[in-house]
């Protein structure tokens, strides 16, 4: 059975290119002396294709049989990668055959690299298919909504294993480079199958990478190869259209740089691109303005529910340059009718989510002002999700969120089955521990719809879902889509 495994495992390396034909035997024997066995028997035949979660499993069944691994998602995470490293290419390797494709053509060493990342199960494609995913027409175009189903939970006994593991400082977070090939730990994610591309920006050195949990299309990440916090200045800006030139069918943006209205991890720069357009993006300009001193730059407030602005030029200098002062203005600017505060009690409130793009000849840098003030009323952010909307979506609304797509929990899968069958029994859905914060949303929303069957309740609920993320976009707006928002918004451009 062990040899069967093996031997699918190492099929499934050659058929994918990870592994080459004359490297079969010595992948074999890798993948023998992980098991600590000396014996093997090399089967008849192999059926292709080779399914990669299936043959794991048999593998990682295999290993807890054996006592070398628990019997628990952690550790078979854990084991299964190092499993995977026996067919990964060296990173030298894979550089090499990077930039050999990308002397061709930049999307056809990224098609190269999105594939092996796959393909090694550093992105699990059987986890990821998991997501549920859905799109909701908005009054600013169509909304991506997605329920995160491909980060597996932890089990009890791991979350206790992990607490009693000493905390490491090496690597320093999961963004730094000294992740490449490391083993991991029960409190730290196993990469032995991760690689990383070095790239050259703002003539420092950096990474480039995939997320292992792609939320969209070539969801990457590019990452600062030194552990320092993250910042919005004019290098940010710069580095967007250094790596926007090196890839120009990707777009990359960042996370903003203050809490609340800032990324999950902070203490490490880095950006987020991918080869996918988002709603924001196909967002029209409703208001064009002229900025004195950058006449020849275009540039308006795009009919978006967060507030932005988008300046365009072919060339990326200019746009460096204007975003450079719009941040300096908006970091300093308060404006109290708008409520509207750049500091209080010397704490910063204003800061900016910048998206970088290459369409046709020409730059676009769409600028978010974000502001992260609270206030007694919205304890966790004025222009954060407020709370009637928490019982979809109660966390940061970054990067990827402002674009338009919704990363919303896991919880919310069995919390809309729940609701579907409370709705079409007319049961009381407040009775519902699991289910009871839903309540009063159900309650507005169900005189919409005159006949609920069994065939449309679970498109009504994706719907409503889009609906409620909508307003989540304008509660992060610090300008509304009013007259008045306008109107307010209109002022700052002004100071510039």
Known sequence: MLSESIAKLVQYGITT?????????????????????????????????????????????????????EDSIVYRDLFDTRLMNCLMPRPGQVQKEFWDKYAESPKEATDYFYKLSQDSNYIRRYRVEKDQKWKVDSPYGEIDITINLSKPEKDPKAIA????????????????????????????????????????????????????????????????????????????FIKLFDFVKLFPHYFLGS???????????????????????????????????????????????VKWPLSVLRIRHKDSNRLVDLATHVLEVWRGYTDEEAFIYAETNGEPHNTITPIARKVGDTY??????????????????????????????????????????????????????????YILEGKDISSNEQIEKHAEWVKKFLPKYPEITKENIHGILQKEIGIVFTHVLEDAGVYKCTTEGREAFMRFLETL
């Open 364 to 421: 676009e840098l769409d600028l978010t002002l974000r502001n992260n003030i609270t206030t007694e009323e919205h304890p966790l952010g004025v222009y954060h999700p407020h709370a009637e909307y928490h019982h979809i979506k109660k966390e940061n609304i970054g990067l990827i969120e402002v674009m338009g797509l919704a990363v919303l929990p896991a919880r919310l899968k069995g919390e809309m089955e729940l609701l579907e069958e």
């Open 255 to 301: 996370n903003a740089d203050l809490p609340i209205v800032g990324g999950s991890i902070l203490s490490h720069d880095h950006f987020q691109g991918g080869h996918y357009t988002f709603a924001m993006a196909k967002a029209p300009i409703e208001q064009h303005v002229i900025l004195p001193g950058f006449e020849d730059v275009e540039a308006g407030i």
């Open 17 to 69: 290119g990870l592994t080459p034909e004359c490297e079969r035997n010595y992948t074999t024997n890798l993948l023998l002396d992980v098991f600590h066995e000396d014996d093997y028997e090399k089967p008849d035949n192999i059926e292709e294709p080779v399914n990669l979660e299936e043959t794991l499993d048999e593998l990682l069944d295999e290993a807890v049989k054996r006592g070398l691994i």
């Open 161 to 236: 294993a992990a607490r009693n593991v000493k905390s490491g400082s090496y690597p320093k977070c999961l963004l730094c480079p000294e992740n490449e090939g490391y083993a991991g730990r029960v409190n730290h994610p196993a990469r032995q199958n991760h690689r990383i591309i070095p790239i050259m920006i703002n003539d420092t050195p950096w990474g480039f990478q995939y997320s292992p949990y792609v939320y969209y299309n070539e969801h990457c990440i590019v990452f600062n190869c030194q552990h320092t916090p993250m910042k919005i200045e004019r290098n940010a």
